[in-house]
Every structure is written in C-alpha cells, then in structure tokens.
C-alpha cells in the first residue's frame, strides 16, 4: 500500500466487491488507462516465471496500436520491437533497432533484380513452363 512518504500504488478492497487501486501517477476513468507521468510505460505483468504469457482483448472488435504520419512516428522515441501503423505509406513498421530502423512488418523490401537474376529466371520458366 501506498503512503505519503512511500508512493507506489497498492491495491484495497473497497468492501462493495472491488479492488481500489491507489496511485497518484495512473488514472482510470471510464474505458481509459493513463499514466500521468510524461514518457512513462504502463507495464501488465504477473507474478512467477515469465513465459508463455499474453494480453488477451476479450472482444469482438479490434486492436487499435499506435499510428500516424512518418513524422509523427519520427517524432517518437523508438524501442526494439514496437509497432507503427505509417499512414503515409499504408504499412504497418516495426522498429528493428539504430542500425535498420523502421521496416516493414511483412518483410517487403526493395530488391534489385539484375541481367544474370533475370536471365536466370528466364531459364527457370524456360524449364517449368516449355
């Protein structure tokens, strides 16, 4: 439990069948969860060995991540692993890291494809199709 000189959350049973949860930094108000700390993560966790867990949405409806422009998404702080949907460009990024970036979810990337790559696919038609 919280205190004063101690401020982390703690959880209390209100009596009425419900647990209270008393922080100052994270708010819950209607169907939103806010941290009130500017740049701060709220983190689901559990207790034990941390393996083979989920977040599960227990609904019908859809996931709704974090979107916007390139700007927008550049204007963020990146961690490995998190996900974008760029509406500039229609496609849903990961961030890879400093080296490569954001890149594309599905593994689409530009390739180049040469006279000795063509001709090679030439002859493998050739074979398959004659």
Do not use: C, H
Request: no cysteine; hydrophobic share 40%.
């Amino acid at each position: 439990m919280g205190s004063a000189s101690n401020p982390q959350a703690g959880f209390t049973a209100n009596g009425n069948g419900k647990v209270v949860l008393d922080t100052a930094n994270l708010q819950i108000s209607g169907g939103t969860i806010e941290n009130k700390l500017v740049n701060q993560d709220i983190t689901f966790t559990g207790t034990g060995v941390k393996a083979n867990r989920t977040v599960q949405f227990d609904s019908l409806n859809g996931y709704i991540g974090p979107f916007g422009t390139t700007a927008q998404r550049d204007a963020t702080i990146a961690r490995l692993g998190a996900v974008w949907w760029n509406s500039d460009s229609g496609i849903l990024e990961v961030y890879a890291g400093a080296v490569d970036g954001w890149i594309s979810s599905i593994g689409v990337q530009a390739v180049t494809v040469t006279d000795e790559i063509a001709e090679d696919l030439n002859v493998v038609y050739n074979l398959i199709l004659n």
